[in-house]
């Protein structure tokens, strides 16, 4: 490209600004579940892109305008076209100048091995500061809007944006406006802006935008989403969380955690952003020489601690744990805050590294990386204990363990809570008898609890390095962990076997199988276990009684999260989803009746 912006001295800083490189070039990478049909709703809709008349759209007005949450509250009439962005006057200058058969080469050279690629705009719409604008280029202009759902839910993940936090919008090709028809016919594409959460792009491209200096607390992001699907709980943990890490960051500098840092006023909107903290935390990722996560939850995190530290001892690749305990603003309270401060895990590139769902992975890459997890899962059963079963991040200060799994089985599985899912006081007691019956292994495993893709850190694709984090630990039989695998495979087969046509569900179940057969071979020749792979019948009595406590288990947390605050997309995978548990639960109970 002869001709960059001046803004570009040169294509290494160009491609480092725009990200164009970052483009879906495999067709392995599937969408966060639910993340697609949260995203559909938020497209220009197909009657607006076809239309030829369309009418004048209102312009936006930057005075009008002032900030990303100004825009946020038109993102209805943004994304029908009838309010648009126009160009600053050297923008547009500069967009004319540009020599158009290189840029179009340009994108088209991306896009020869991919369906799609991303970048910020070269020549953005005159538009609040806090606001950066992508475009997200389509191989296939016919790309129907599901499919065009699912790149920008690769785009989201890759990002790490917030959906709820987002204005997605595509112009049409055929309008009579100029300020509605799209200027480049030759690809298809679309315009997302999200919140500017860093200056690392204004830094790079030479404008006076400088690091924001927080000069309080209320300055802090609040460390995760908040919205109506967020546990109450939850929610107030995470609203607090700019409380609770600016207690804490004068005793992780002289504890020797944090170096450069030492108060309140050396946090930049740099060095201190939130993360995604899954169902129950709040996250932060602390640039500083060396980086950190610091991590809230109100659940005892005693219990993440001992396990992270115990599985690293094994050789198990897991995050340094570098600090946890009370919240010093927590002391005194009856049930205080607690944090946990990790090893801040970056990839080949020196970025934070992120999971399988939130960054590009070349062809094949699945599989190497499910493979790794199949060996850290067999150095992870090799981590025991002296606490007897039942100990979990829920009961760490206070258990109620047992001394054989049996019996922890049958302690979970009693009560009135099966029966609520359709099975009479004769199965359950049948149920419970067969499972007393088993012959458990005496060896007292510190499981992971939790283990999958969403919770393994790529370190690096070649060769396949990867960290796991976010334990939900408890000691257990080592199928404890399998079981979990088993499941999501069953489910997703299940899901795809009564939606054959559903493109989600079809990429889906083609990568669980992939990663599924990696692991569970990795796993077997790690132990020399005899598991049953990709299609074969399972048998096993303890392998059977160990899925039938996680779904259970499962389907009892889907009882206590309400449908109603989800999206009706997703309600009705959620309602689905539950379904398919209920019918794989039946019948791995009249199984294990049957043959036990």
């Not at 009370?326 to 944090?339: C, F, N, Q, R, T």
């Not at 001394?403 to 006081?425: D, H, I, Q, R, Y």
């Not at 048998?539 to 288990?553: C, E």
């Not at 997309?569 to 009249?590: M, Q, T, Y």
Request: with cysteine.
């Amino acid at each position: 490209m002869d001709e960059l912006p001046t803004r570009f001295p040169d294509v290494a800083t160009f491609k480092a600004v725009t990200n164009l490189v970052r483009s879906g070039k495999e067709r392995t990478v599937i969408p966060d579940p639910g993340l697609v049909s949260r995203i559909s709703p938020l497209l220009t809709p197909p009657e607006f892109l076809h239309a030829t008349q369309l009418g004048e759209p209102k312009k936006i007005d930057p005075k009008k305008y002032p900030d990303f949450a100004s825009l946020m509250k038109e993102r209805e009439r943004i994304r029908s076209l009838q309010l648009v962005p126009v160009k600053r006057s050297e923008d547009w200058k500069g967009y004319h100048k540009e020599n158009r058969d290189k840029r179009l080469g340009l994108i088209g050279d991306y896009l020869k091995d991919a369906d799609f690629a991303y970048e910020l705009n070269l020549y953005p719409y005159d538009l609040p500061p806090d606001t950066d604008q992508y475009i997200l280029w389509l191989k296939d202009k016919d790309a129907s809007p599901e499919t065009v759902a699912q790149y920008v839910a690769q785009v989201v993940q890759s990002l790490s944006i917030n959906p709820d936090e987002m204005i997605v919008f595509e112009k049409s090709m055929e309008a009579n406006s100029r300020f509605v028809r799209g200027s480049v016919p030759e690809y298809r594409h679309l315009h997302v802006w999200v919140r500017k959460r860093n200056s690392t792009t204004a830094k790079l491209m030479g404008t006076a935008e400088s690091k924001a200096v927080v000069a309080s607390t209320e300055a802090l992001p609040v460390a995760g989403d908040v919205d109506a699907k967020t546990r109450p709980d939850v929610a107030e943990l995470r609203r607090n969380s700019p409380n609770y890490f600016a207690s804490l960051v004068e005793p992780l500098h002289e504890a020797g955690v944090f170096q450069d840092i030492e108060g309140i006023d050396d946090i930049t909107d740099v060095n201190v952003r939130a993360l995604g903290g899954g169902i129950s935390s709040a996250c932060y990722w602390v640039e500083d020489r060396e980086n950190v996560v610091v991590k809230f939850r109100t659940q005892d995190i005693d219990a993440e601690a001992q396990w992270l530290k115990a599985a690293r001892e094994k050789g198990v690749d897991v995050p340094e744990v570098k600090a946890y305990g009370i919240v010093p603003s927590e002391l005194g309270k009856g049930k205080p805050v607690k944090y946990i401060a990790l090893e801040g895990v970056t990839d080949e590139t020196g970025q934070r590294a992120r999971t399988f769902w939130q960054r590009r992975v070349e062809p094949g890459g699945l599989a190497k990386i499910a493979g790794e997890m199949g060996k850290q899962l067999a150095k992870i059963h090799t981590v025991e204990t002296d606490k007897l079963f039942g100990a979990s991040v829920y009961n760490w200060e206070n258990p109620r363990p047992v001394k054989t799994w049996n019996e922890w089985l049958v302690n979970a599985l009693g009560g009135t809570s099966f029966e609520k899912m359709g099975f009479t006081s004769e199965e359950r007691e049948r149920l419970i008898q067969a499972i007393a019956g088993i012959d458990f292994p005496d060896k007292k495993i510190f499981t992971h609890g939790d283990f999958g893709l969403h919770n393994a850190l790529i370190v690096s694709t070649d060769p396949p390095r990867v960290k796991i984090f976010d334990p939900d630990p408890m000691v257990a039989d080592a199928y404890y962990d399998i079981a979990y695998q088993y499941n999501r495979l069953e489910i997703n087969r299940e899901k795809f076997n009564r939606n054959p046509e559903n493109e989600v569900f079809r990429n889906r179940w083609r990568g669980t199988q992939e990663y599924f057969s990696s692991l569970i071979g990795a796993y077997c020749e790690a132990t020399d276990d005899n598991l049953p792979r990709l299609g074969e019948e399972i048998t096993d009595h303890r392998l059977i009684a160990n899925q039938i406590l996680r779904y259970f288990w499962s389907l009892r947390y889907d009882s206590t999260a309400p449908l109603s605050s989800l999206p009706p997309a997703d309600r009705r995978e959620k309602e689905l989803e539950i379904e398919v548990k209920k019918k794989l639960l039946r019948e791995k109970v009249d199984l294990f009746i049957k043959t036990k």
